[in-house]
């Protein structure tokens, strides 16, 4: 029997048939089909980079206005639906994407192609400006699965630390995350189902760092409860982009995106966690505390900052940010995350409200920083707060309550939701008071 070809559920659109292939007819003078499908094109393009729903509908929306159209559009996670209205004909149509992830790279570019619209419009044709699209498409990843396994490693390692872990819990991570990545990666680029994707890489970062842990108990004689650190290693799968896009789209009145990505981002941490408590099971882990570090307030404000800028670097470079911009959101990264830490420690703070001020300070910092260097601010505030979404905390209220802790499981689960609100709620402060566009129900 001849193997059946794997088919997505949703077709390849021809754009170029929209056009009318005269390369002297410029854009703004083309029927109205052509002139939708360039702006509904976009808008999947955009939403493809993880982007919110706010973003999407606006860049549809300027194109729009320089073709000299109306544009209605619901957005959700994978799909939009929307309508063009030229004042005597309507065009509608249901755009689908055939899954969903994050691409900075990509979005910068877009948004570079969005803002640049109105002087081009004029004198690119239809099929030029679908061209011009293809290109930007053909941006998928910057980095190979080996690179990617290095960034989860660099963050998960650095992550381990800031979570109370010691030199021997990183360096076990750093191997268990860098290997669980680089199998997702892998896995991904044959179109495997998110479902099986996030469960072999779980279990491929557990059994490393339990192999790698067992090895050094018997080498070098490691003590046992550094065994704590496995949790660290899986944390590379934690949707922090969605998780903090559903805020922002929510608090916009997005609320079918926002819900949407809301519950992706839940599927996505169930499965991981389920994955990890299975696994934990089988290989005897517990998810006890970390063994005292004994650094002076110093040296944790160091480490921190050194830490906190490797963490964030290595998950930007994982949304396929260019080095420049993984650079700059690590930097902002190392100042709001230390921050956040140092006001627990030193002002008693309460974990959720420090995640705010850090939240909103990163918002602060990357609005004063697009000014000057162009990156859309999304790629910036996004990876640089990551790192702040409590996976220990998700990972530990499901082992509690697999094991029918369900006291000590209701209070993990409360800090974590606590603290998942406050991020976006920070960010979206930061964004009133720099974005006039953003505060205001547009």
Request: net charge neutral; with cysteine.
């Amino acid at each position: 029997m001849p193997q059946t070809a794997f088919r997505p559920n949703h077709m390849h659109i021809a754009w170029h048939d929209y056009t009318s292939h005269d390369a002297t007819l410029p854009i703004s003078a083309a029927p109205l089909r052509e002139k939708a499908s360039v702006i509904g094109r976009t808008g999947l393009m955009l939403l493809s980079c993880g982007t919110g729903a706010w973003r999407v509908r606006s860049s549809m929306n300027t194109l729009a206005e320089e073709l000299g159209l109306v544009c209605a559009a619901d957005i959700g996670l994978t799909s939009i639906e929307y309508t063009c209205f030229d004042g005597e004909q309507a065009f509608s149509q249901t755009l689908t994407l055939t899954s969903t992830g994050v691409n900075t790279s990509k979005l910068n570019r877009l948004e570079q192609f969005v803002a640049e619209f109105a002087d081009i419009c004029s004198r690119m044709s239809g099929e030029q400006l679908h061209t011009h699209l293809d290109e930007i498409e053909q941006v998928h990843g910057l980095y190979s699965p080996l690179m990617l396994g290095l960034a989860a490693a660099l963050a998960c390692g650095a992550f381990t630390f800031l979570l109370g872990g010691g030199w021997v819990e990183m360096i076990l991570a750093f191997f268990g995350a860098g290997i669980g990545n680089a199998v997702r990666c892998k896995l991904s680029k044959h179109h495997l189902t998110l479902v099986l994707c996030t469960t072999v890489s779980v279990a491929a970062a557990c059994l490393v760092y339990a192999g790698c842990l067992k090895i050094a108990e018997m080498t070098c004689g490691i003590n046992v409860q550094h065994e704590a650190g496995y949790i660290c290693s899986m944390l590379f799968i934690i949707p922090g982009f969605p998780f903090i896009t559903s805020g922002i789209d929510m608090a916009k009145l997005d609320m079918r995106s926002g819900l949407e990505r809301l519950s992706y981002a839940v599927m996505i941490v169930l499965i991981a966690t389920m994955a990890a408590w299975l696994m934990a099971l089988a290989l005897h882990l517990k998810p006890v505390d970390f063994l005292p570090l004994n650094l002076s307030m110093l040296q944790y404000i160091v480490f921190r900052l050194l830490t906190s800028f490797c963490g964030v670097f290595g998950f930007s470079i994982m949304f396929n940010s260019p080095v420049p911009l993984a650079m700059s959101a690590a930097v902002i990264g190392a100042i709001s995350n230390t921050l956040r830490l140092e006001l627990v420690d030193l002002a008693s703070l309460p974990p959720a409200a420090a995640a705010f001020f850090a939240a909103m300070i990163a918002g602060l910092l990357a609005s004063a920083y697009k000014k000057h260097s162009g990156f859309p601010r999304i790629a910036i505030t996004v990876p640089s707060i990551v790192i702040m979404v409590p996976g220990l905390y998700l990972y530990r209220a499901i082992y509690n309550l697999g094991m029918m802790n369900l006291s000590i499981s209701a209070s993990w689960f409360a800090s974590a939701t606590l603290i998942i609100l406050a991020l976006p709620l920070g960010l979206i402060f930061a964004r009133i008071m720099t974005d006039k566009m953003f505060r205001y129900c547009t």
